[in-house]
């Protein structure tokens, strides 16, 4: 099979683990440059290169912490010097914003500090990377925003991060209407319950397991290659004409 992003470059956030980690995979896969980016798991992101370049293909690793919004100008410089010195350009072609912190806590333990805190990385974060991104972002190109179910269906259990994927569902909207005139296409990708280290406490409990899987027509869990395949369809030339959606990944998530 050809490789369908041959010669295209990807920057992932939060490609350390879990669902970035597959993105980054995955992207790398089809044969684009990948840059993740990781904040406290250095070991997992050099893990993650040695898997993709002992696959044969090409990535590289940056540090991020955005959490802090000063972060993303250094992160973009570095981008660049690496970009001009593999390819002899910084052009960007994908851009994958999937770096997420666990949003739990209820309604009533919420305080301003974890509001803040929940919202810097999943909603700040994004506008800005996106917006430092756009100088480097090539005409034709992709942004894909990793959000959740919960964006659209809120749970109680998450009321802070639920309000911030809203916002990321929001935001493809209005960024899809900002960036079509260049070709870029801007959709979101919303996963149901995915296996990965953000609910690993939920799947200790077998109860709750059972409860989700019930309530999932495919009757399981998602496997973090479940997601990536979906941005590799919204990262590649057969998804052109698909802009502005929000493409939920859930297996059919409490239909
Ligand atoms: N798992 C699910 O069921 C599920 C469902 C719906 C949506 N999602 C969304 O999918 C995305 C990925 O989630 P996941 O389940 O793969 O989570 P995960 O396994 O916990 O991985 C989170 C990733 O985000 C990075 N990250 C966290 N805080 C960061 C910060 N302050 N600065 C930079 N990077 C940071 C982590 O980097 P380090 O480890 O290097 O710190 C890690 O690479 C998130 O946006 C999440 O909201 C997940």
């Known amino acids: 099979m050809p490789q369908s992003l041959m010669g295209k470059t990807a920057l992932v956030t939060g490609g350390s683990r879990g669902i970035g980690r597959s993105i ?22 050099e893990e993650v290169v040695e898997a993709i370049e002992s ?4 990535a590289f690793a940056l540090h991020s912490d955005l959490s802090d919004v000063q972060a993303i100008p250094t992160l973009f410089e570095q981008l660049d010097r690496e970009l001009i010195r ?32 929940i919202f810097a990385v999943h909603a700040r974060a994004p506008f800005f990377v996106v917006q430092a991104a756009l100088s480097r972002l090539s005409d034709g190109g992709r942004i894909i925003n990793i959000t959740s179910g919960a964006g659209a269906r809120a749970m109680s259990a998450v009321p802070i991060y639920s ?24 959709n ?18 077998v109860d709750m397991v059972k409860m989700i899987e019930a309530d999932t027509a495919l009757g399981r ?8 395949a979906v941005v590799a369809y919204l990262a590649c030339e057969e998804s052109r004409w698909v802009t502005a959606q929000v493409i939920e990944a859930s297996g059919g998530y409490k239909l």
């Open 86 to 117: 593999r390819n002899g350009s910084k052009a960007l072609d994908i851009l994958v914003n999937n770096a997420g912190n666990s949003g739990w806590g209820s309604f009533r333990d919420a305080t301003p500090d974890n509001w803040d805190a």
């Open 221 to 228: 869990f998602g496997e973090t290659s479940d997601i990536a």
């Open 188 to 205: 979101a990708v919303a996963p149901g319950w995915v296996r990965t280290d953000m609910n690993a406490a939920v799947r200790e409990n």
């Open 55 to 58: 696959a044969d293909g090409s």
């Open 24 to 45: 980054a995979e995955r992207l790398a896969k089809e044969g684009a440059t990948v840059a993740l980016t990781y904040n406290a798991s250095k070991s997992g992101a």
């Open 163 to 186: 309000m911030a994927k809203a916002s990321i569902n929001n935001l493809t909207h209005a960024l899809a209407q900002e960036l079509g005139p260049y070709g870029i296409t801007v």
